[in-house]
Protein backbone atom coordinates (compact mmCIF):
# COMPACT_ATOMS: atom_id res chain seq x y z
CA UNK A 1 0.00 0.00 0.00
CA UNK A 2 1.36 3.36 -0.80
CA UNK A 3 2.54 5.95 1.98
CA UNK A 4 -0.57 8.39 0.78
CA UNK A 5 -2.94 5.90 1.71
CA UNK A 6 -1.15 6.06 5.41
CA UNK A 7 -1.14 9.71 5.40
CA UNK A 8 -4.46 10.38 4.67
CA UNK A 9 -5.48 8.45 7.28
CA UNK A 10 -3.30 10.47 10.07
CA UNK A 11 -4.80 13.46 8.71
CA UNK A 12 -8.19 12.54 9.03
CA UNK A 13 -6.86 11.14 12.77
CA UNK A 14 -5.46 14.43 13.68
CA UNK A 15 -8.43 16.38 12.06
CA UNK A 16 -10.71 14.76 14.78
CA UNK A 17 -7.71 14.58 17.87
CA UNK A 18 -8.20 18.36 16.95
CA UNK A 19 -5.41 21.74 17.60
CA UNK A 20 -4.28 21.47 21.21
CA UNK A 21 -4.13 17.52 21.95
CA UNK A 22 -1.86 14.76 21.44
CA UNK A 23 -2.30 10.79 19.91
CA UNK A 24 -0.78 8.26 21.25
CA UNK A 25 -0.51 4.41 19.56
CA UNK A 26 2.06 1.91 20.18
CA UNK A 27 3.38 -1.01 17.97
CA UNK A 28 2.85 -4.60 18.91
CA UNK A 29 5.52 -6.12 21.07
CA UNK A 30 7.50 -9.00 19.90
CA UNK A 31 6.10 -12.74 22.16
CA UNK A 32 8.93 -14.99 22.91
CA UNK A 33 7.43 -19.17 21.51
CA UNK A 34 10.20 -20.36 23.87
CA UNK A 35 13.88 -19.86 24.41
CA UNK A 36 15.76 -17.91 22.00
CA UNK A 37 12.96 -17.90 19.14
CA UNK A 38 10.14 -15.70 18.55
CA UNK A 39 6.51 -15.88 17.63
CA UNK A 40 6.59 -14.38 14.13
CA UNK A 41 6.26 -10.52 14.03
CA UNK A 42 2.37 -8.85 13.30
CA UNK A 43 2.15 -5.78 13.62
CA UNK A 44 -0.75 -4.18 15.70
CA UNK A 45 -3.51 -3.45 13.39
CA UNK A 46 -4.55 -0.18 14.81
CA UNK A 47 -0.51 1.49 14.15
CA UNK A 48 -0.05 0.06 11.31
CA UNK A 49 -3.49 1.44 9.79
CA UNK A 50 -2.00 5.02 10.61
CA UNK A 51 1.82 3.94 9.53
CA UNK A 52 2.42 1.30 7.28
CA UNK A 53 5.31 0.79 9.78
CA UNK A 54 5.97 -3.06 10.16
CA UNK A 55 8.38 -3.17 12.72
CA UNK A 56 7.91 -3.52 17.09
CA UNK A 57 9.58 -0.96 19.25
CA UNK A 58 8.10 2.11 18.43
CA UNK A 59 5.72 4.54 19.26
CA UNK A 60 3.67 7.05 16.99
CA UNK A 61 2.74 10.32 17.78
CA UNK A 62 -0.20 12.84 16.45
CA UNK A 63 0.37 16.38 17.60
CA UNK A 64 -2.43 18.31 15.06
CA UNK A 65 -1.00 22.04 14.34
CA UNK A 66 2.39 21.31 15.09
CA UNK A 67 4.46 23.43 13.50
CA UNK A 68 8.06 21.60 14.01
CA UNK A 69 5.99 18.66 12.83
CA UNK A 70 2.20 17.02 13.42
CA UNK A 71 3.19 13.06 13.12
CA UNK A 72 6.38 11.66 15.08
CA UNK A 73 7.89 8.50 15.43
CA UNK A 74 9.67 6.74 18.12
CA UNK A 75 11.64 3.86 17.15
CA UNK A 76 14.97 1.44 17.20
CA UNK A 77 17.70 3.49 16.08
CA UNK A 78 19.21 1.37 12.89
CA UNK A 79 21.69 -1.41 14.07
CA UNK A 80 24.23 -2.71 11.43
CA UNK A 81 24.96 -5.72 14.27
CA UNK A 82 20.96 -6.49 14.24
CA UNK A 83 20.80 -5.64 10.71
CA UNK A 84 23.41 -8.62 9.79
CA UNK A 85 21.68 -11.14 12.22
CA UNK A 86 17.74 -10.30 11.60
CA UNK A 87 18.08 -8.34 8.72
CA UNK A 88 16.99 -4.60 7.48
CA UNK A 89 15.15 -2.32 9.58
CA UNK A 90 14.37 1.25 9.09
CA UNK A 91 15.97 3.42 12.05
CA UNK A 92 15.89 6.64 12.40
CA UNK A 93 16.33 8.12 8.70
CA UNK A 94 14.17 5.36 7.21
CA UNK A 95 11.22 6.24 9.71
CA UNK A 96 11.58 9.90 7.79
CA UNK A 97 12.50 9.18 4.82
CA UNK A 98 10.10 6.14 3.75
CA UNK A 99 7.50 6.20 6.32
CA UNK A 100 6.54 9.48 6.07
CA UNK A 101 7.12 10.76 9.52
CA UNK A 102 8.07 14.70 10.17
CA UNK A 103 10.68 13.67 12.54
CA UNK A 104 11.81 10.58 14.25
CA UNK A 105 13.74 9.33 17.65
CA UNK A 106 15.22 6.53 19.65
CA UNK A 107 12.86 4.62 21.25
CA UNK A 108 14.84 4.93 24.22
CA UNK A 109 14.94 8.73 24.64
CA UNK A 110 11.10 8.22 25.08
CA UNK A 111 11.05 8.86 29.03
CA UNK A 112 13.03 11.81 28.35
CA UNK A 113 10.97 13.50 25.14
CA UNK A 114 7.45 12.64 25.60
CA UNK A 115 6.45 14.87 28.41
CA UNK A 116 7.56 18.21 27.05
CA UNK A 117 5.34 17.14 24.56
CA UNK A 118 2.72 16.26 26.50
CA UNK A 119 2.86 19.93 27.71
CA UNK A 120 0.36 21.89 28.04
CA UNK A 121 -2.37 19.40 26.07
CA UNK A 122 -5.71 19.50 26.78
CA UNK A 123 -6.24 15.61 25.83
CA UNK A 124 -4.13 12.58 25.17
CA UNK A 125 -6.02 10.12 22.80
CA UNK A 126 -4.41 6.64 23.17
CA UNK A 127 -5.72 2.88 22.94
CA UNK A 128 -6.75 2.89 27.13
CA UNK A 129 -5.73 -0.43 28.47
CA UNK A 130 -4.62 -2.06 25.07
CA UNK A 131 -0.61 -1.94 26.08
CA UNK A 132 -0.11 -1.97 29.79
CA UNK A 133 3.43 -0.32 29.21
CA UNK A 134 1.82 2.60 27.50
CA UNK A 135 -0.63 3.20 29.97
CA UNK A 136 2.32 2.79 32.94
CA UNK A 137 4.40 5.14 31.11
CA UNK A 138 1.25 7.75 30.14
CA UNK A 139 0.51 7.91 33.78
CA UNK A 140 4.45 8.91 35.01
CA UNK A 141 4.81 11.47 32.47
CA UNK A 142 1.18 12.83 33.38
CA UNK A 143 1.88 12.77 37.18
CA UNK A 144 6.03 14.13 36.44
CA UNK A 145 3.93 16.98 34.70
CA UNK A 146 1.90 17.57 37.56
CA UNK A 147 4.22 17.82 39.92
CA UNK A 148 6.09 21.26 37.97
CA UNK A 149 2.51 22.87 37.97
CA UNK A 150 3.86 25.41 40.25
CA UNK A 151 6.23 26.68 36.97
CA UNK A 152 3.24 27.21 35.03
CA UNK A 153 3.27 23.84 32.99
CA UNK A 154 -0.36 21.91 32.21
CA UNK A 155 -0.61 18.50 32.43
CA UNK A 156 -3.10 17.23 30.69
CA UNK A 157 -6.74 16.50 31.90
CA UNK A 158 -8.43 14.08 29.91
CA UNK A 159 -7.59 10.71 28.83
CA UNK A 160 -9.43 9.91 25.60
CA UNK A 161 -9.74 6.34 24.20
CA UNK A 162 -8.25 6.59 20.53
CA UNK A 163 -10.27 3.41 19.11
CA UNK A 164 -13.70 5.31 19.38
CA UNK A 165 -12.40 7.53 16.65
CA UNK A 166 -10.00 4.89 14.96
CA UNK A 167 -12.11 2.34 14.53
CA UNK A 168 -15.02 4.29 13.05
CA UNK A 169 -12.34 5.18 10.00
CA UNK A 170 -11.18 1.31 9.85
CA UNK A 171 -15.07 0.40 9.62
CA UNK A 172 -14.98 2.03 5.64
CA UNK A 173 -13.03 0.63 3.72
CA UNK A 174 -10.88 2.34 1.32
CA UNK A 175 -10.63 1.54 -2.88
CA UNK A 176 -6.65 0.59 -1.62
CA UNK A 177 -8.23 -1.48 0.99
CA UNK A 178 -10.83 -3.28 -0.97
CA UNK A 179 -8.13 -4.17 -3.41
CA UNK A 180 -5.89 -6.29 -0.55
CA UNK A 181 -9.52 -7.30 0.48
CA UNK A 182 -10.44 -8.76 -3.32
CA UNK A 183 -6.77 -10.57 -3.58
CA UNK A 184 -6.93 -12.26 -0.26
CA UNK A 185 -10.26 -13.10 -0.62
CA UNK A 186 -9.49 -14.41 -4.51
CA UNK A 187 -6.46 -16.57 -3.79
CA UNK A 188 -8.57 -17.63 -0.36
CA UNK A 189 -11.19 -19.11 -2.55
CA UNK A 190 -8.99 -20.98 -5.05
CA UNK A 191 -7.37 -22.74 -2.22
CA UNK A 192 -11.22 -23.73 -1.33
CA UNK A 193 -11.35 -25.33 -4.47
CA UNK A 194 -7.77 -26.88 -4.24
CA UNK A 195 -9.09 -28.51 -1.23
CA UNK A 196 -12.43 -29.98 -2.88
CA UNK A 197 -10.27 -31.29 -6.14
CA UNK A 198 -7.75 -32.84 -3.29
CA UNK A 199 -10.25 -34.11 -1.03
CA UNK A 200 -10.37 -38.05 -0.79
CA UNK A 201 -11.34 -40.71 1.85
CA UNK A 202 -7.89 -41.64 3.75
CA UNK A 203 -6.28 -38.38 3.65
CA UNK A 204 -5.98 -36.46 6.86
CA UNK A 205 -7.94 -33.45 8.01
CA UNK A 206 -3.78 -31.59 8.40
CA UNK A 207 -3.41 -32.90 4.68
CA UNK A 208 -6.14 -31.06 3.38
CA UNK A 209 -4.84 -28.27 5.61
CA UNK A 210 -1.50 -28.14 3.87
CA UNK A 211 -2.59 -27.95 0.21
CA UNK A 212 -4.86 -24.72 1.21
CA UNK A 213 -1.24 -22.91 2.65
CA UNK A 214 0.42 -24.21 0.05
CA UNK A 215 -1.65 -22.66 -2.45
CA UNK A 216 -1.80 -19.40 -0.20
CA UNK A 217 2.05 -19.06 -0.19
CA UNK A 218 2.35 -20.36 -3.70
CA UNK A 219 0.45 -17.45 -4.67
CA UNK A 220 2.35 -14.74 -2.40
CA UNK A 221 0.51 -15.02 0.79
CA UNK A 222 2.56 -16.26 3.49
CA UNK A 223 0.03 -15.39 6.73
CA UNK A 224 -2.91 -17.34 7.33
CA UNK A 225 -5.83 -15.18 9.10
CA UNK A 226 -6.31 -17.29 11.82
CA UNK A 227 -5.83 -20.81 12.37
CA UNK A 228 -7.57 -23.42 9.73
CA UNK A 229 -10.70 -25.03 10.93
CA UNK A 230 -10.47 -28.64 8.91
CA UNK A 231 -13.23 -30.51 10.40
CA UNK A 232 -14.20 -33.99 9.51
CA UNK A 233 -17.48 -35.79 10.50
CA UNK A 234 -18.55 -34.68 13.63
CA UNK A 235 -15.52 -32.59 14.43
CA UNK A 236 -17.58 -30.00 12.29
CA UNK A 237 -20.48 -29.40 15.00
CA UNK A 238 -17.04 -28.15 17.14
CA UNK A 239 -17.10 -24.17 15.90
CA UNK A 240 -13.70 -23.75 16.25
CA UNK A 241 -12.18 -26.83 16.04
CA UNK A 242 -8.65 -26.68 15.20
CA UNK A 243 -6.54 -30.40 15.74
CA UNK A 244 -7.18 -30.59 12.23
CA UNK A 245 -5.56 -34.40 12.67
CA UNK A 246 -8.28 -36.82 12.13
CA UNK A 247 -8.88 -39.10 9.06
CA UNK A 248 -11.35 -38.30 6.17
CA UNK A 249 -14.18 -41.35 6.08
CA UNK A 250 -16.42 -42.37 3.20
CA UNK A 251 -19.96 -40.61 3.38
CA UNK A 252 -18.68 -37.90 6.01
CA UNK A 253 -18.84 -34.23 5.47
CA UNK A 254 -15.48 -31.89 5.69
CA UNK A 255 -16.11 -28.24 6.42
CA UNK A 256 -12.91 -26.31 5.97
CA UNK A 257 -12.95 -22.29 7.49
CA UNK A 258 -9.70 -21.17 6.20
CA UNK A 259 -8.65 -17.83 4.75
CA UNK A 260 -5.43 -16.00 3.75
CA UNK A 261 -3.81 -12.43 4.70
CA UNK A 262 -2.61 -9.77 2.03
CA UNK A 263 -0.54 -7.23 3.40
CA UNK A 264 -2.61 -7.43 7.00
CA UNK A 265 -5.85 -7.44 5.35
CA UNK A 266 -7.95 -11.10 6.20
CA UNK A 267 -9.91 -12.78 4.02
CA UNK A 268 -12.56 -15.60 6.15
CA UNK A 269 -14.56 -18.44 3.79
CA UNK A 270 -16.03 -21.63 5.32
CA UNK A 271 -17.13 -24.19 2.64
CA UNK A 272 -18.72 -27.78 3.22
CA UNK A 273 -18.54 -30.68 1.31
CA UNK A 274 -18.90 -34.38 0.94
CA UNK A 275 -15.50 -36.47 1.29
CA UNK A 276 -16.74 -38.82 -1.22
CA UNK A 277 -18.10 -35.97 -3.99
CA UNK A 278 -21.96 -37.05 -3.31
CA UNK A 279 -23.96 -35.98 -0.94
CA UNK A 280 -25.71 -38.18 0.98
CA UNK A 281 -29.99 -37.30 0.98
CA UNK A 282 -29.54 -36.07 4.47
CA UNK A 283 -26.33 -33.84 4.20
CA UNK A 284 -28.59 -32.27 1.04
CA UNK A 285 -30.91 -31.68 2.71
CA UNK A 286 -29.22 -29.75 5.62
CA UNK A 287 -26.84 -27.75 3.14
CA UNK A 288 -29.87 -26.80 0.70
CA UNK A 289 -31.44 -25.43 3.97
CA UNK A 290 -28.17 -23.94 5.22
CA UNK A 291 -27.54 -22.22 1.59
CA UNK A 292 -31.30 -21.10 1.40
CA UNK A 293 -30.49 -19.33 4.70
CA UNK A 294 -27.45 -17.47 3.21
CA UNK A 295 -29.37 -16.51 0.26
CA UNK A 296 -32.27 -14.95 2.64
CA UNK A 297 -29.74 -12.76 4.57
CA UNK A 298 -27.81 -11.93 1.52
CA UNK A 299 -30.38 -10.10 0.22
CA UNK A 300 -30.59 -7.48 3.39
CA UNK A 301 -26.83 -6.92 2.81
CA UNK A 302 -27.63 -3.31 0.93
CA UNK A 303 -27.00 0.30 2.38
CA UNK A 304 -29.55 1.58 5.29
CA UNK A 305 -30.13 -2.40 6.39
CA UNK A 306 -29.72 -2.68 9.65
CA UNK A 307 -27.23 -4.98 10.82
CA UNK A 308 -29.23 -7.28 11.96
CA UNK A 309 -31.94 -7.74 9.60
CA UNK A 310 -29.13 -10.50 7.48
CA UNK A 311 -29.59 -12.42 10.58
CA UNK A 312 -32.74 -12.59 11.70
CA UNK A 313 -33.58 -13.63 8.23
CA UNK A 314 -31.62 -16.60 8.40
CA UNK A 315 -33.31 -17.51 11.29
CA UNK A 316 -36.71 -17.42 9.82
CA UNK A 317 -35.25 -19.52 7.21
CA UNK A 318 -33.14 -22.19 9.27
CA UNK A 319 -36.10 -22.52 11.92
CA UNK A 320 -38.52 -22.71 9.36
CA UNK A 321 -36.68 -25.87 7.44
CA UNK A 322 -35.54 -27.58 10.95
CA UNK A 323 -39.41 -27.89 11.15
CA UNK A 324 -39.98 -28.89 7.85
CA UNK A 325 -37.17 -31.94 8.15
CA UNK A 326 -38.67 -32.71 11.99
CA UNK A 327 -35.41 -31.46 13.64
CA UNK A 328 -37.57 -28.90 15.46
CA UNK A 329 -41.37 -28.91 16.47
CA UNK A 330 -43.68 -26.47 17.26
CA UNK A 331 -45.25 -23.31 15.69
CA UNK A 332 -41.97 -21.24 14.19
CA UNK A 333 -42.96 -17.79 15.80
CA UNK A 334 -42.97 -19.45 19.03
CA UNK A 335 -39.53 -21.60 18.10
CA UNK A 336 -38.03 -18.16 17.05
CA UNK A 337 -39.05 -16.07 20.34
CA UNK A 338 -37.90 -18.75 22.54
CA UNK A 339 -34.67 -19.65 20.54
CA UNK A 340 -35.30 -23.01 20.04
CA UNK A 341 -32.98 -23.10 17.01
CA UNK A 342 -30.20 -22.42 19.00
CA UNK A 343 -29.60 -26.06 19.72
CA UNK A 344 -28.70 -26.11 16.18
CA UNK A 345 -27.49 -22.84 15.36
CA UNK A 346 -25.94 -21.37 17.94
CA UNK A 347 -23.50 -18.47 16.22
CA UNK A 348 -24.63 -15.39 15.11
CA UNK A 349 -25.12 -14.49 11.05
CA UNK A 350 -21.41 -12.80 11.05
CA UNK A 351 -18.91 -10.19 11.85
CA UNK A 352 -16.85 -7.18 10.32
CA UNK A 353 -13.73 -8.17 8.02
CA UNK A 354 -11.23 -6.16 7.53
CA UNK A 355 -7.25 -6.07 9.03
CA UNK A 356 -8.96 -8.39 11.93
CA UNK A 357 -10.35 -11.13 10.87
CA UNK A 358 -13.28 -10.02 13.57
CA UNK A 359 -12.15 -6.61 12.55
CA UNK A 360 -13.33 -3.17 15.07
CA UNK A 361 -16.46 -1.26 14.89
CA UNK A 362 -20.06 -1.42 16.52
CA UNK A 363 -22.50 -3.06 16.08
CA UNK A 364 -24.97 -0.88 17.33
CA UNK A 365 -25.23 3.01 17.51
CA UNK A 366 -26.68 4.61 20.47
CA UNK A 367 -28.87 1.38 21.60
CA UNK A 368 -29.79 0.42 17.68
CA UNK A 369 -28.32 -2.26 15.38
CA UNK A 370 -26.08 0.02 12.98
CA UNK A 371 -27.58 0.76 9.34
CA UNK A 372 -25.15 -0.69 6.63
CA UNK A 373 -23.32 1.57 4.47
CA UNK A 374 -21.65 1.08 1.74
CA UNK A 375 -17.55 0.56 1.98
CA UNK A 376 -18.35 -1.69 4.96
CA UNK A 377 -17.24 -5.65 5.01
CA UNK A 378 -18.78 -8.31 6.57
CA UNK A 379 -18.63 -11.79 6.51
CA UNK A 380 -22.06 -13.88 6.11
CA UNK A 381 -22.09 -17.55 7.31
CA UNK A 382 -25.36 -19.21 8.79
CA UNK A 383 -24.92 -22.64 9.59
CA UNK A 384 -26.03 -25.74 11.24
CA UNK A 385 -24.66 -28.32 13.27
CA UNK A 386 -26.27 -31.70 14.84
CA UNK A 387 -24.15 -33.09 17.55
CA UNK A 388 -23.75 -36.32 17.22
CA UNK A 389 -24.83 -37.51 20.45
CA UNK A 390 -28.20 -35.48 20.26
CA UNK A 391 -31.10 -38.00 20.93
CA UNK A 392 -34.23 -35.37 20.42
CA UNK A 393 -33.33 -35.82 16.57
CA UNK A 394 -33.35 -38.92 14.09
CA UNK A 395 -30.00 -40.66 13.63
CA UNK A 396 -29.95 -39.79 10.10
CA UNK A 397 -28.86 -36.57 10.90
CA UNK A 398 -26.63 -37.21 13.81
CA UNK A 399 -23.17 -35.66 13.64
CA UNK A 400 -23.41 -33.44 10.57
CA UNK A 401 -22.22 -30.19 10.93
CA UNK A 402 -22.75 -27.47 8.07
CA UNK A 403 -21.56 -23.84 7.63
CA UNK A 404 -21.21 -21.66 4.06
CA UNK A 405 -19.29 -18.22 4.84
CA UNK A 406 -18.42 -15.60 2.34
CA UNK A 407 -16.96 -11.99 2.59
CA UNK A 408 -19.54 -9.70 1.33
CA UNK A 409 -18.97 -5.93 0.70
CA UNK A 410 -21.49 -3.28 1.00
CA UNK A 411 -22.03 -1.42 -2.82
CA UNK A 412 -23.65 1.81 -3.18
CA UNK A 413 -26.57 0.03 -4.59
CA UNK A 414 -26.49 -2.80 -2.95
CA UNK A 415 -23.44 -6.09 -2.31
CA UNK A 416 -20.64 -7.38 -4.16
CA UNK A 417 -19.58 -11.14 -2.39
CA UNK A 418 -15.65 -10.75 -2.76
CA UNK A 419 -15.62 -14.76 -2.20
CA UNK A 420 -17.83 -15.87 -5.20
CA UNK A 421 -14.86 -18.05 -6.89
CA UNK A 422 -15.68 -20.84 -4.00
CA UNK A 423 -18.71 -23.21 -5.00
CA UNK A 424 -21.18 -23.63 -3.22
CA UNK A 425 -24.16 -24.89 -4.32
CA UNK A 426 -24.86 -28.86 -4.33
CA UNK A 427 -24.26 -29.23 -8.27
CA UNK A 428 -21.17 -26.94 -8.22
CA UNK A 429 -19.35 -28.69 -5.89
CA UNK A 430 -20.08 -32.19 -6.59
CA UNK A 431 -19.62 -31.29 -10.52
CA UNK A 432 -16.10 -30.10 -8.79
CA UNK A 433 -15.07 -33.08 -7.08
CA UNK A 434 -16.43 -35.36 -9.48
CA UNK A 435 -13.90 -33.88 -12.50
CA UNK A 436 -11.43 -34.10 -9.96
Known sequence: MKQTEFKKRRKQLMQQIGKGNIGLIASASTRTRNRDVDYPFRQDSDFYYLTGFNEPEALAVFIPGRTQGQYLLFCREYDEKKALWEGAHAGLGGATRDYGADDAFPIDDLDEILPGLLENKAKV??????????????????????????TGICAPLELVSLEQILHEMRLIKSAAELQL??????????A???????????????????????????????????????????????????????????????????????????????????????????????????????????????????????????????????????????????????EAYKAFYMHRIGHWLGMDVHDVGDYKVAGDWR???????????????????????????????IRIEDDVLVTADGHEVLTGLAPKTVEEIEALMQAA
Not at 127 to 146: A, T, Y
Request: net charge neutral.
Open 125 to 150: FYPMGQNSDLDHHLLDWVHHLRSQSR
Open 181 to 190: MRNAAEISAQ
Open 192 to 338: HVKAMQSCKPGLFEYQIEAEMIYHFQQRGLRAVAYPSIVATGKNACVLHYTDNKDKLKHGDLLLIDAGAECDHYAADITRTFPVSGRFTEPQKLLYQLVLEAQSAALAQIKPGEPWNAAHDASVNVLTKGLVALGLLKGKVSKLIKN
Open 371 to 401: LLEAGMVLTVEPGLYIPADCKTVAEQWRGIG
